[in-house]
C-alpha cells in the first residue's frame, strides 16, 4: 500500500496502525477492522472485544496545524450509542526522530462515568507538558492552542466490500465507485488538533496508535 502526504487514512489493530508525513510517497503496513480476528472478529469469537478494535487513524496537516483522528469501535449501525468503555487504554503515539518505534510523545485518553452516568475523557501527554485534560465526551476540549475531542462520527472510510470479495473469488475486478460498505455506519472517534510546531523537529513524523485492555488484578 502507497499512502500520500495528505489525507492519509489507515487502519489499525490492537497492536498498532502507523502512518508517516514525508515530503513523498511510501509504503507503509498496516491491518484492518477486526484484526486481530480471534481478538476483534464477531465471525471469529463469540466475544469480540469491539471497544479495543481499532478501525482507522487519519492524519493530516497544514503549514502550522496537525490533526489526529483515532476511530475505534466500528462499523457499528448508526443506531448504536458510542463506546466508551473505562477498561481500554487507547494511545497516540508521535515519533519526529525518524524512529517509527521510538514516540517522543504519547498521548494517551480512557473514558469514564461520574455518579450521574455521564461520560467523560481524560487525555494525557499532550505535547504542552501540562496535566491531563478532563472534560465531557461531545465536547470539544481546548488548551494552549489545541483541541480534544471524543464521540460518535459518521464512518469517514469508503470500501466497496461486496466488490472486494468478488474480485477475490473469481479474479476479475468487481468493484463499483458507487458502492460503499460503511455508508450509514458509525465508529467511536478521538480527534485531537496540535500546532504543528510543538511536535515538528523537521524531520519525518510517524504517528501510529494502540489499544489496551486495562484488567483487574487476581485476589
Excluded: C
Aim: hydrophobic share 40%.
Amino acid at each position: 500500500m502507497r499512502v500520500p502526504v495528505r489525507g492519509i487514512a489507515l487502519a489499525g489493530t490492537l497492536l498498532a496502525a502507523a502512518v508517516a508525513l514525508t515530503s513523498t510517497q511510501r509504503p507503509a503496513r498496516a491491518a484492518d477492522h477486526f484484526d486481530p480476528p480471534p481478538r476483534t472478529d464477531p465471525t471469529v469469537t463469540s466475544t469480540p472485544d469491539i471497544a479495543a478494535d481499532i478501525a482507522d487513524v487519519y492524519v493530516w496537516h497544514t503549514s502550522d496545524t496537525l490533526v489526529i483522528a483515532l476511530t475505534f469501535a466500528g462499523p457499528a449501525p448508526n443506531t448504536r450509542p458510542a463506546r466508551y468503555d473505562r477498561d481500554v487504554l487507547y494511545t497516540i503515539n508521535i515519533s519526529n526522530a525518524n524512529a517509527p518505534t521510538d514516540p517522543e510523545f504519547q498521548i494517551r485518553f480512557r473514558f469514564a462515568q461520574d455518579a450521574q452516568g455521564n461520560n467523560g475523557v481524560e487525555v494525557s501527554g499532550l505535547p504542552d507538558g501540562g496535566p491531563p485534560l478532563v472534560g465531557p465526551v461531545e465536547q470539544t476540549l481546548t488548551r494552549n492552542g489545541m483541541l480534544v475531542r471524543a464521540g460518535l462520527y459518521d464512518d469517514p472510510f469508503f470500501f466497496d466490500l461486496q466488490g472486494f470479495k468478488e474480485t477475490r473469488a473469481t479474479g476479475a475486478l468487481a468493484f463499483v465507485s458507487t458502492r460503499n460498505f460503511f455508508a450509514g455506519q458509525n465508529d467511536t472517534a478521538m480527534v485531537i488538533q496540535i500546532p504543528r510546531a510543538r511536535v515538528d523537529a523537521g524531520n519525518e513524523l510517524n504517528i501510529w496508535a494502540t489499544t489496551a485492555r486495562i484488567k483487574a488484578p487476581t485476589l
